[in-house]
């Protein structure tokens, strides 16, 4: 089946501007996190749903950022009033209930110029 | 708090050669332990796992045994290939929260 899927690939934007990126987990995956990605790093927690909910938004860094998942499938990343130091790779992960391994995604690449 | 250390790369090593990568972590309890690989171009993959102390996982040749008394996971590979080369991240699930803690992640170069 198909794996999980992350729009756009790239994305370029001013500072300032309002950014959204897009995650399509995998089918029947309840559980999806959201992780950034900061050059020479590995990825850092930002968020996590069960279902619709945000079970633990912990990781946000500011309330600059936000993510819902209305329909507890498809997850969007919003960011506002972006900074030069959100660039970073976002990264969406999946998972099932009740199983540790997640499955990534292929991430999107941001660069706030 | 939940850490992972692993090998700061570069690495660069000849084909067939032996590869070790060294992971060390701190943790309250007994986490589960993973390598992600990512290819070029590609996402973060689960390349293998470990659940409870003196588990081996293995896949594709590599293997990382968890080792409790150490605190440690090495990833291993008798010999590897130009197709390895790839950043290569240890992980753990942290026990209170089921968040995935990754290390830095290291790049490994493999010469033909």
């Known amino acids: 089946g198909a794996g999980v899927s992350q729009t756009p690939s790239n994305k370029v934007t001013e500072k300032g501007k309002y950014v959204e990126l897009r995650c399509d987990p995998i089918s029947g995956h309840t559980a999806l996190y959201w992780y950034r990605q900061s050059l020479g790093q590995g990825p850092e927690f930002l968020i996590y749903?069960?279902?619709?909910?945000?079970?633990?938004d912990s990781g946000l860094p500011n309330d600059r950022f936000f993510a819902v998942r209305p329909e507890g499938s498809v997850s969007t990343l919003k960011i506002q009033r972006t900074e030069r130091g959100d660039s970073a790779v976002y990264l969406c992960?999946?998972?099932?209930?009740?199983?540790?391994?997640?499955?990534f995604g292929p991430g999107t690449r941001l660069l706030v110029l | 708090g939940d850490s992972v250390t692993q090998m700061e790369g570069p690495v660069t090593l000849s084909e067939e050669a032996f590869l070790t990568i060294n992971c060390t972590y701190t943790?309250?309890?007994?986490?589960?332990l993973f390598w992600y690989v990512q290819y070029p171009g590609e996402g973060l993959q689960l390349l293998l796992k470990a659940t409870k102390a003196d588990d081996k996982g293995s896949n594709k040749g590599f293997e990382a045994t968890y080792r409790k008394e150490t605190t440690s996971f090495h990833l291993e590979k008798g010999s590897v290939q130009v197709s390895d080369s790839a950043v290569y991240f240890c992980a753990l699930n942290r026990i209170r929260d089921d968040k995935i803690i990754f290390g830095k992640g290291t790049r490994l170069h493999i010469l033909p």
């Open positions: 992960a999946s998972s099932r209930l009740g199983q540790e391994t997640q499955y």
């Open positions: 749903f069960q279902g619709t909910g945000a079970a633990d």
């Open positions: 943790a309250t309890g007994y986490p589960s």
